[in-house]
């Protein structure tokens, strides 16, 4: 196994255009997290799944934030109406259970909105 | 509501030179304690785990200890490769997801 894997690791996106984002967890892993991470700041929780199953969300997540994770295998975020606020590292997490092994974080795609 | 607080922001030092990085935490009921480390442009790196006050664990230079309210990241001798921004994170036994503080930016200087 390689790890979490993210695509792409860059996107360019004008202001208003969707973009969507991929994320293939390690595949013994059931959990599967979003985390958002601007310059300087720690990550921050988006949403998390348990196999197939969204468990939570971020109050900060606005609705133009969607997850999916079918089949509780790879993951995809997709943002709407993209703003340039929107402009951050997207990381993605795999764990086993409750992670009492620790998360297992992948290299995150770079978005930035102009 | 579960907090993450990191000191300092920022972090100097020359090789050799030891020091100690700060997290403070407020968890309503403290699953586990975990350390990461973040080079630029790339996605955290999984450091330690602790789960109980008194705890220890180590790494080559780096060693992490838990008490109820803080966790020190030890930097023995640190080299210039040990140059990282470290991430203290916190996960509570009602919810599954990771809170984490802000970072400390070690920068060690040959």
């Known amino acids: 196994d390689t790890g979490v894997s993210q695509n792409p690791r860059h996107k360019i996106t004008k202001r208003g255009q969707n973009v969507t984002f991929r994320c293939d967890p390690i595949?013994?892993?059931?959990?599967l997290y979003w985390y958002r991470q601007t310059l300087g700041q720690g990550p921050e929780f988006l949403t998390y799944f348990q196999n197939e199953a969204q468990l939570e969300k971020s109050r900060l997540l606005s609705d133009r934030f969607s997850a999916e994770r079918p089949k509780g295998s790879f993951s995809t975020l997709e943002i709407q109406r993209t703003e340039q606020g929107d402009s951050a590292m997207y990381l993605c997490?795999?764990?086993?259970?409750?992670?009492?092994?620790?998360?297992?974080f992948g290299s995150g795609t770079r978005l930035t909105v102009v | 509501e579960d907090q993450v607080t990191q000191s300092p922001e920022a972090l100097r030092l020359q090789e050799g030179e030891s020091s100690s990085l700060n997290c403070s935490y407020t968890?309503?009921?403290?699953?586990?304690l975990f350390w990461y480390r973040q080079d630029p442009g790339k996605g955290p790196e999984f450091l330690f785990t602790?789960?109980?006050a008194g705890e220890e664990k180590e790494k080559e230079r780096l060693k992490a200890t838990l008490t109820k309210k803080e966790s020190f990241l030890h930097i023995t001798a640190p080299k210039p490769e040990d140059s990282a921004t470290y991430l203290c994170?916190?996960?509570?036994?009602?919810?599954?997801?990771?809170?984490f503080g802000q970072g400390t930016t070690l920068q060690v200087k040959p």
């Open positions: 968890v309503s009921g403290l699953r586990g």
């Open positions: 595949s013994e892993h059931n959990r």
């Open positions: 997490a795999s764990s086993l259970g409750q992670g009492a092994k620790g998360y297992t």
């Open positions: 994170a916190v996960s509570s036994s009602n919810t599954g997801k990771l809170i």
């Open positions: 602790l789960y109980s």
